[in-house]
């Protein structure tokens, strides 16, 4: 069993920075794919971002291609989402979910299973 716990979320400015963390629980979830999705009022929940167990592949969404960089420390059982140059548009619910159906597969997921609680992230203009 995995628990994903977010943080990081936050109130800031255009243009400003945020590092958002998904610390999960459990010995396995360091041989999973994992990825970042996002949720915006009235909006159905997207792709952000996604890194295979092993970190050697990542993928992004256009719309935060560069902005964004997507890690992990499986030392410390947490992935990164660092956001860089943050938009009003960015302004969502960002969630961290694990794929536990493909341990050590060195792609990423595509069936998420474990789910985090989610963090705001509010972006002003």
């Known amino acids: 069993q995995v628990q994903l716990v977010e943080s990081g979320g936050g109130l800031v400015q255009a243009g400003d920075s945020l590092r958002l963390s998904c610390a999960a629980s459990?010995?396995?979830?360091?041989?999973?794919?994992v990825g970042w999705f996002r949720q915006a009022p009235g909006k159905k929940r997207e792709f952000v971002a996604g890194?295979?167990?092993?970190?050697?592949?990542?993928r992004y969404a256009d719309s935060v291609k560069g902005r964004f960089t997507i890690s992990r420390d499986n030392t410390k059982n947490t992935v990164y989402l660092q956001m860089n140059s943050l938009k009003p548009e960015d302004t969502a619910v960002y969630f961290c979910?694990?794929?536990?159906?493909?341990?050590?597969?060195?792609?990423?997921?595509?069936?998420?299973?474990?789910w985090g609680q989610g963090t705001q992230v509010t972006v002003s203009s």
């Open positions: 890194i295979s167990w092993n970190s050697v592949i990542t």
């Open positions: 979910a694990a794929d536990s159906r493909r341990p050590w597969y060195g792609g990423l997921g595509s069936e998420y299973d474990y």
């Open positions: 459990g010995r396995t979830f360091s041989r999973y794919p």
